[in-house]
Nanobody
């Protein structure tokens, strides 16, 4: 079965950095657009970033553009999210997800598979 396992979350001070990883198994990783979403308490799950199958295109929410960088390794079947200059408003559970179609990369409804999430806490 398909598994997406996130890691790398934790507690960091505002202005600090974290690197999230998502290891995929049970699917042909290179055939999927991979995305990161986040959900803060009381809020809807929102798009953060996505990366095309061959990493030739990347997409970011305006709120993270210039601070976050998404990347992938199609040999290791892993997608990463480097998060710099973290702000308290970045605190959330971060989820990675896999999208076979790649038509609407910002739309969470398009993603077929989801990880369990990793908590990111940013102290001010």
């Amino acid at each position: 079965q398909v598994q997406l396992v996130e890691s790398g979350g934790g507690l960091v001070q505002a202005g600090g950095s974290l690197r999230l990883s998502c290891a995929a198994s049970g699917l042909t990783f290179r055939n999927y657009v991979m995305g990161w979403f986040r959900q803060a308490p009381g809020k809807e799950r929102e798009f953060v970033s996505a990366i095309a199958r061959s990493a030739d295109n990347t997409y970011y929410a305006d709120s993270v553009k210039g601070r976050f960088t998404i990347s992938r390794d199609n040999v290791k079947n892993t997608v990463y999210l480097q998060m710099n200059s973290l702000k308290p408003e970045d605190a959330a559970v971060y989820y990675c997800a896999a999208d076979r179609l790649g038509w609407r990369t910002r739309d969470r409804a398009e993603y077929e598979y989801w990880g369990q999430g990793t908590q990111v806490t940013v102290s001010s």
